[in-house]
């Protein structure tokens, strides 16, 4: 697991971020994946994830327990970035820039709210294409957006499935970001709301979410607690 760490990216946030713009201003490709304990704690098991962190993509913190497990290992990993704040950084740029979009994941009635949002408030945007998560064949839609080659993709299906058909697709990927954003659709299509700014300025976001949704609390100790357990013994 402290192999992964230290994969981690370790400046600001708005330096990722523009490391991203020149990505995408030059054509590049780059596959990330937000590390969370849920990540690390299910690689244990799942040699396709692990398979998929041994490699060299982009790895963000994605949860504070993550940036406090890189410091007591002495891994100088400044800020959590967050999948939703790369989803909605992306966006900006898109609009920004005209770049194309595809969206995969989330139930349909999320998806087409958040393509409505996009077409209404990031004009800008060229939507190539967008499917929901309740597909019958995930390698369709995958090889679909491969040959549409978007500027960005963003796949909400959740820890591991949405990394792994990323990994599965990715050599054949000509430019573009590409990343798992989870639940993101749901908070970016106004399904759900954010946590308020209070609780992430001081990183508690996970616990608004588990106030909101008290069946997280078991997951959260699989997760979250184990992680921080295996951390300390380190």
């Keep these: ?10 400046d600001s946030k708005d330096k990722y971020f523009n490391e991203l713009a020149k990505d995408l201003n ?3 490709k780059r596959f990330i994946i937000t590390v969370n304990p849920e990540t690390l704690m299910i690689s244990e098991n799942d040699n396709e994830l692990k398979a998929i962190l ?3 993509f982009s790895y963000v ?3 504070i327990a993550v940036v406090k497990a890189c410091k007591k290992l002495n891994l100088d990993v400044k800020e959590r970035i967050t999948g939703i704040d790369i989803a909605e950084y992306l966006l900006n740029v898109a609009n920004e820039n005209s770049y194309s979009l595809y969206l995969f994941g989330a139930k349909e009635e999320v998806i087409n709210l958040l393509v409505d949002k996009i077409k209404n408030e990031y004009q800008n945007i060229k939507i190539l294409g967008y499917s929901n998560g309740y597909v019958d064949d995930y390698d369709k839609v995958m090889k679909k957006i491969v040959k549409l080659n ?15 058909l990323i990994y599965k697709y990715f050599k054949e990927v000509k430019k573009g970001i590409y990343i798992g954003v989870g639940g993101s659709f ?5 399904s759900k709301k954010r946590a308020p700014k209070i609780f992430i300025k001081l990183n508690l976001e996970w616990l608004y979410r588990i106030v909101k949704e008290p069946k997280r609390i078991k997951r959260f100790w699989n997760n979250n607690i184990k992680f921080m357990l295996k951390i300390k013994k380190k």
């Design 186 to 190: 749901d908070v970016l299509s106004g």
């Design 54 to 56: 041994d490699s060299n």
């Design 150 to 164: 978007p500027d960005i993709c963003m796949v909400a299906l959740g820890i591991p499935l949405q990394e792994k």
């Design 1 to 10: 697991m402290q192999k992964y760490l230290k994969k981690i990216y370790k």
């Design 26 to 28: 030059s054509k590049k």
């Design 61 to 63: 913190a994605d949860g």
